[in-house]
C-alpha cells in the first residue's frame, strides 16, 4: 500500500469511475476494520450493498448520513465517523460524486487523525475523465473544494463486460501523462479478476470481485 503507516484512506471519483466496488475489495484485500459509506450522492452502487460479504471479512460498514439531513448543502456526520477518524484503526471513508462529495472531507478539518491518504479512482471511459486536462480539472476541484491533497490515482479504465487488457493500456496511458504533469503517482490499478492480462501495468494490482451487482441493501 502506498504510504503503508496509513490508517485512514479517503477514496473518490466520479460517478461510473467504480469507486465504491474498489473501495468493497480493497478493504476485503487490504484488510480494513471499517468502511464508512458517506456516498450521498450517486443512490445506485454503494458500497453498503456489499454489508453481507464485509461482515464475513470482518469488516464493520458504517452509513453515517442520518435520512433526515442527506439532502442539506454538506450533510452531518455522526460523531462515530470522527471517532473512528481519530483512532488507531484501518477505515476507508467511500465518498461520492467526486468534487461535490469530496466537500464532506472539510468536516474533518477539526480533528486530529493518524495519517491519512487520499486516493483518486479513474475511468477513462467517463466523459468528464476521459482525457489529461478532464481529470487534473477533477483533482483541482477536489482538492479545493475538500481541502485535502490527491496521494494517488487508481485506474480504473473499464466498458463493464467488454473491458480488456487494451482499454487498462489506454487508461493507463493518460493517467501517465497527468502524473507527469502534477505529480501524483499511479498508485493502484484495478480490473475485473476475470480479465487476463500479459503486460506489466502501473501500481499495485488489485483484481475486483463484482460484489455489488451480487448483493442487495
Known sequence: ???????????????GSGKSEFCVNFAIQKKFQYLCDLDVINPYFRSRQA????????????????????????PLLSQEIFDLYTSNQKVIYDLGGSAPGAKLIKQFNAYT??????????????????????????????EQISGTTINGLINNANLLSET?????????????????KI???????SYNESIKINVPLDGEIIKLKLYLKQHNI
Do not use: A, C, W
Not at 113 to 142: A, C, H, M
Open 113 to 142: 487523525s493518524q495519517p491519512t491518504t487520499t486516493l483518486l479512482v479513474v475511468n477513462v471511459y467517463r466523459k468528464e475523465t476521459s482525457d489529461v486536462d478532464g481529470i487534473i480539472n477533477e483533482i483541482k476541484k477536489i
Open 183 to 189: 505529480n501524483i503517482p499511479i498508485s493502484y490499478t
Open 51 to 74: 454489508n453481507k460479504i464485509l461482515n464475513e471479512n470482518n469488516i464493520k460498514i458504517i452509513s453515517s448520513i442520518d435520512k433526515d439531513t442527506k439532502y442539506l448543502d454538506m
Open 164 to 180: 480488456n487488457e487494451e482499454h487498462l493500456l489506454y487508461g493507463q496511458n493518460i493517467l501517465r501523462q497527468v502524473s507527469q
Open 1 to 15: 500500500m502506498p504510504n503503508s503507516g496509513n490508517s485512514i484512506y479517503f477514496i473518490v471519483g466520479y460517478f
